[in-house]
C-alpha cells in the first residue's frame, strides 16, 4: 500500500517548455487534489476532481491544465511553464467519513521554471 | 484575503515544554478543522482534528481546542520532544456541497533538546 505516489520528485523546465506531474493513489479515494506550495502562502488548491470525469478549479488554475485518468491517477499539466510556476507541488487524495475530509499527501515534485 | 490564518512563522521550545500553535480562520461557515504536520522533503501529514460541535480533541501528546466565538483554534503539544521539529499547518473545510480545504501559511516549529 504506497499511498500517493509522485513522479518526477525534482524536475528543472526552461520558460515555455511544458511538462506533466503524474500523481496515483491506491486508497480507492473519491477525491483527488494538486496544491502547490510557496514561502509563507501555505498550500494553495490548484484544481481538484471530486470524481472520476469530474475535475474544477481551485484558487490558483491559471497557467495548469489537469486529467483525471481514471480513479487512481490525477495528473498536472504546464503547457508553457514560467517562473512564477517554481514551487513545490503536492498531490492528495481524500477520504469522507460522516462528512468529514481527511487528506493524505504524495511527497511532493520540485519545479524550477529557469 | 486568507481564510486561514497563522500569524507565527515559526516558533522555539525546549524539549519537554509545552507547544502552543494558533490559528485563527474568518469564515463562520468552516465547521471541520484539521492540523498536518510537514517534514522537509515530504508531503503534510494529518496530524488531528476537530468538528466544530467539539471544543476540544485529545490524541496523545496532541490537543486541539476550538474557540468558536473567537474564530480561534490551538494545538498543544505536551510534553514537546525534538521529533516534533517540523511545520505545522491548520487547515479549515466547509460542509457547503464541495469539501474544499483551505489551509494556513504554516508554523514552523523548533523544539530544542
Known amino acids: 500500500n504506497a499511498g500517493v505516489t509522485q513522479t518526477p520528485k525534482f524536475q528543472v523546465l526552461k520558460t515555455g517548455q511544458s511538462m506533466t506531474l503524474q500523481c496515483a493513489q491506491d486508497?480507492?479515494?473519491?477525491?483527488m487534489y494538486w496544491y502547490r506550495q510557496d514561502p509563507g502562502m501555505g498550500l494553495r488548491l490548484i484544481y481538484y476532481?471530486?470524481?472520476?470525469?469530474?475535475?474544477d478549479k481551485g484558487e490558483v488554475p491559471n497557467g495548469y491544465n489537469v486529467s483525471r485518468l481514471n480513479k487512481r491517477e490525477f495528473s498536472l499539466r504546464l503547457e508553457s511553464a514560467a517562473p512564477s510556476q517554481t514551487s513545490v507541488y503536492f498531490c492528495?487524495?481524500?477520504?469522507?467519513?460522516?462528512?468529514?475530509?481527511?487528506?493524505?499527501f504524495g511527497p511532493g515534485t520540485r519545479l524550477l521554471v529557469l | 484575503d486568507q481564510q486561514v490564518k497563522q500569524n507565527s512563522p515559526s516558533l522555539s521550545v525546549q524539549e519537554g515544554r509545552i507547544s502552543i500553535l494558533n490559528c485563527d480562520y474568518t469564515?463562520?461557515?468552516?465547521?471541520?478543522f484539521l492540523w498536518y504536520k510537514k517534514y522537509p522533503a515530504e508531503g503534510p501529514t494529518f496530524l488531528i482534528s476537530?468538528?466544530?460541535?467539539?471544543d476540544k480533541n485529545e490524541d496523545g501528546r496532541f490537543t486541539v481546542f476550538l474557540n468558536k466565538s473567537a474564530k480561534h483554534l490551538s494545538l498543544h503539544i505536551v510534553p514537546s520532544q525534538p521529533g516534533d521539529s517540523a511545520v505545522y499547518f491548520c487547515?479549515?473545510?466547509?460542509?457547503?456541497?464541495?469539501?474544499?480545504?483551505?489551509f494556513g501559511a504554516g508554523t514552523r516549529l523548533f523544539v530544542k533538546a
Open positions: 469564515n463562520s461557515m468552516f465547521d471541520y
Open positions: 487547515a479549515a473545510s466547509a460542509n457547503t456541497g464541495g469539501f474544499k480545504t483551505i
Open positions: 476532481s471530486a470524481s472520476e470525469g469530474t475535475t
Open positions: 486508497m480507492n479515494h473519491n477525491s
Open positions: 476537530i468538528s466544530s460541535i467539539k
Open positions: 492528495a487524495s481524500s477520504e469522507l467519513r460522516l462528512l468529514e475530509e481527511t487528506q493524505y
